[in-house]
């Protein structure tokens, strides 16, 4: 079993940047491959980043590139997502997850123990 909590979240401005911060606890955090995943009111949890174990391989959705970061401290069990340049398209309730299963890094099915989410808000 993993615990994640999410941190981070919070109000701004259109253009402006947040951290999200995931931490974990539980079984080894450096074997697992870990995903930002988001959901607007309305909408479907959506794919955001994805980072491979050793922090080597990085994905993210088309619409974040070059705005949003997402990087991992293996020893402080802590996966991040540095948001830049924030639109109000990027307001939506972002969670971490652990990619459980093989297949796709998009796809939310192959994800599990997921926290209870951290709330970002863009104005504009």
């Known amino acids: 079993q993993v615990q994640l909590v999410e941190s981070g979240g919070g109000l701004v401005q259109a253009g402006g940047s947040l951290r999200l911060s995931c931490a974990a606890s539980?079984?080894?955090?450096?074997?697992?491959?870990m995903g930002w995943f988001r959901q607007a009111p309305g909408k479907e949890r959506e794919f955001v980043a994805g980072?491979?174990?050793?922090?080597?391989?990085?994905f993210y959705t088309d619409s974040v590139k070059g705005r949003f970061t997402i990087s991992r401290d293996n020893a402080k069990n802590t996966v991040l997502l540095q948001m830049s340049s924030l639109e109000p398209e990027d307001t939506a309730l972002y969670y971490c997850?652990?990619?459980?299963?093989?297949?796709?890094?998009?796809?939310?099915?192959?994800?599990?123990?997921w926290g209870q989410g951290t709330q970002v808000t863009v104005s504009s």
């Open positions: 997850a652990v990619k459980r299963f093989r297949g796709s890094y998009y796809d939310s099915g192959n994800y599990g123990f």
């Open positions: 539980g079984r080894i955090f450096t074997n697992y491959d």
């Open positions: 980072i491979t174990p050793n922090g080597g391989t990085l």
